[in-house]
């Protein structure tokens, strides 16, 4: 019923800048926290950037000043621009959200499929 879709992710070189976009649908009623999670070959998962429906955002210490995370509510839809992008930022990235459906109360918790950012030196 509800569906998270990446896009934007490719091969960028270092010091680059790369958009990702994440584009819920389905049969949503609203949508509360969203997130960027990314994981490197080998490498846990880790939260990268979280935004609330209000606007308020977090960033793991290492992509602090040059990731930013953002959303449009109209189009249920979630950005991470990613700036000065390094090697070390390789990793499959996944969008999650917390979706308010019409048969539940509180939240689901959706992921996405993934998308693939690679950074050459």
């Known amino acids: 019923q509800v569906q998270l879709v990446e896009s934007g992710g490719g091969l960028v070189q270092a010091g680059g800048s790369l958009r990702l976009s994440c584009a819920a649908s389905?049969?949503?009623?609203?949508?509360?926290?969203m997130g960027w999670y990314r994981q490197a070959p080998g490498k846990q998962r880790e939260l990268v950037a979280a935004i609330t429906s209000g606007g308020m955002t977090n960033y793991v210490d290492s992509v602090k000043g040059r990731f930013t995370i953002s959303r449009d509510n109209a189009k249920n839809t979630m950005y991470l621009q990613m700036n000065s992008l390094k090697p070390e930022d390789t990793a499959v990235y996944y969008c999650?959200?917390?979706?308010?459906?019409?048969?539940?109360?509180?939240?689901?918790?959706?992921w996405g499929q993934g998308t693939l950012v690679t950074v050459s030196s």
């Open positions: 389905g049969n949503i009623f609203s949508i509360n926290a």
């Open positions: 999650n959200a917390h979706v308010a459906v019409p048969s539940i109360k509180g939240y689901l918790e959706v």
